[in-house]
């Protein structure tokens, strides 16, 4: 099995920065997307951003300029550096990401437990 695991979340003043952590375990033999994501209370869980096996690279318009998403291969890790972090950034984050087990094997979508992050004003 496969399991992606979040970490780094926590409580930030507005205009402050985190980091977030996404390591993905298990049954892997390639990692194709990987994606974060955010749902505030109340509202539908919206992309972040997302990062593909090659590095490219595409943002929700809300946080271009202020987050950067980026990837380890090698550790099957992923991560979200937040700057100029604004209370409307208040979320729990979640990671997911199309996960290969095998060679033989279709591709599968995979998500994490979810991150709280609170941007305080």
């Known amino acids: 099995q496969v399991q992606l695991v979040e970490s780094g979340g926590g409580l930030v003043q507005a205009g402050g920065s985190l980091r977030i952590s996404c390591a993905a375990s298990?049954?892997?033999?390639?990692?194709?997307?990987m994606g974060w994501y955010r749902q505030a209370p109340g509202k539908q869980r919206e992309l972040v951003a997302r990062?593909?096996?090659?590095?490219?690279?595409n943002y929700a318009d809300s946080v271009k300029g202020r987050f950067t998403i980026s990837r380890d291969n090698a550790k099957n890790t992923m991560y979200l550096q937040m700057n100029s972090l604004k209370p409307e950034d208040t979320a729990v984050y979640y990671c997911?990401?199309?996960?290969?087990?095998?060679?033989?094997?279709?591709?599968?979508?995979?998500w994490g437990q979810g991150t709280q992050v609170t941007v305080s004003s």
């Open positions: 298990g049954s892997i033999f390639s990692i194709n997307i």
């Open positions: 990062i593909t096996s090659g590095g490219t690279t």
């Open positions: 997911a990401a199309t996960i290969r087990s095998g060679l033989l094997y279709a591709p599968n979508d995979y």
